[in-house]
């Protein structure tokens, strides 16, 4: 039987449908990102396995001027995610050449948006969000004045880490938030060769390992788990019909690990994996159907050189 304080607890109360029955184990990968694992992806996206988020931020740079140059009008600017705000500097550097600027990160991390505050303070003025992003740029919407357009940031491939349908029913309910005219600015990462997306989410230092395995520990840390990390490993894994690559957390041995909070004790045979994160890489005309079957049009595309990585500038339409 569940005691119902452990119910209360929505950590636990994932954990425990994620990795009960006999299916498939899974765990919500925002749950990666802690204190621990944000610091850890920090130093993921600055390893030479892991381009997207350099590629992101050349793109972001290089195109700015002229995504600037396609926004009429007085722009008001929305961060989904913003983390500390670094890949936006250049696109609010623009902006603030021919007006006020006005900037609202939202995140779901406090330390983020007041590190994002105070790097970005100089360039405008800057109104953190702390929640959900949906919610965040429904108050967005409801601040902008009459000639005021919206022009929202989602950068990052983040869009990546949802199922398809879910990424789909994000994006509509970015759109119903918005104006006809109002854009997006979506970072997608794209289909590359296996190897060098193993490489990117298994690399050699084992900073991705860390970053997975650290889910186990934060179980531990906080909800009274007993996760022996020895006996887990990473594993990455592309799964070439889903265009996606998985990470995961494989068994070494036959075991049970118990979770208080959860109020539950868990079996693993060996091999078997908890699959703790999949990220969805894009082919570059796929981006017209996913933003026409979500209210927008593709107005640009730009795609990096180095690393396959798409910015894709949709308009929302009637
Ligand atoms: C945040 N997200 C876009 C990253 C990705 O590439 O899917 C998370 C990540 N997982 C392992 N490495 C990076």
Avoid at 230 to 245: C, D, G, L, P, S
Wanted: charged share 25%.
């Amino acid at each position: 039987m569940t005691h119902a304080w452990a119910l209360e607890n929505e950590f636990a109360r994932e954990v425990r449908a994620g990795l009960s029955g006999s299916g498939q184990k899974t765990l919500p990968c925002r749950y990666l990102y802690d204190d621990v694992g944000s610091a850890l992806f920090d130093a993921i996206t600055c390893l030479d396995e892991y381009g997207l988020t350099r590629a992101d931020q050349r793109l972001v740079a290089k195109h700015a001027p002229e995504l600037v140059s396609r926004l009429a009008g007085n722009v008001l600017v929305a961060e989904l995610g913003s983390g500390s705000g670094g890949k936006t500097r250049p696109i609010l550097g623009q902006l603030r050449q021919r007006q006020q600027v006005v900037y609202y990160p939202i995140d779901v991390s406090r330390t983020a948006l007041d590190r994002c505050a105070k790097e970005l303070c100089p360039l405008g003025t800057v109104l953190p969000l702390e929640g959900s992003y949906i919610d965040g740029l429904r108050e967005v919407a409801g601040e902008r004045i009459d000639g005021q357009s919206i022009l929202v940031l989602f950068l990052g491939s983040t869009i990546g880490n949802f199922e398809p349908a879910a990424a789909l029913e994000f994006l509509f309910a970015v759109r119903q938030c918005l104006r006809a005219g109002d854009r997006l600015l979506l970072g997608t990462d794209l289909v590359k060769p296996v190897d060098q997306l193993l490489l990117a989410y298994d690399d050699l230092a084992g900073v991705t390992a860390a970053f997975n395995l650290n889910l186990l520990s934060r179980i531990n840390r906080e909800l009274e788990g007993d996760f022996d990390l020895r006996q887990f490993q990473h594993v990455a894994r592309y799964v070439e019909e889903a265009q996606r690559i998985e990470m995961h957390l494989r068994s070494r041995v036959h075991q049970t690990v118990w979770i208080g909070a959860a109020d539950l004790c868990v079996d693993f045979v060996p091999n078997e994996t908890i699959c703790t994160e999949a990220s969805h890489k894009f082919r570059p005309e796929q981006l017209t159907g996913m933003a026409r079957q979500s209210g927008f049009r593709l107005e640009r595309q730009w795609i990096d050189c180095e690393w396959p990585f798409a910015e894709n500038l949709l308009v929302a339409v009637e």
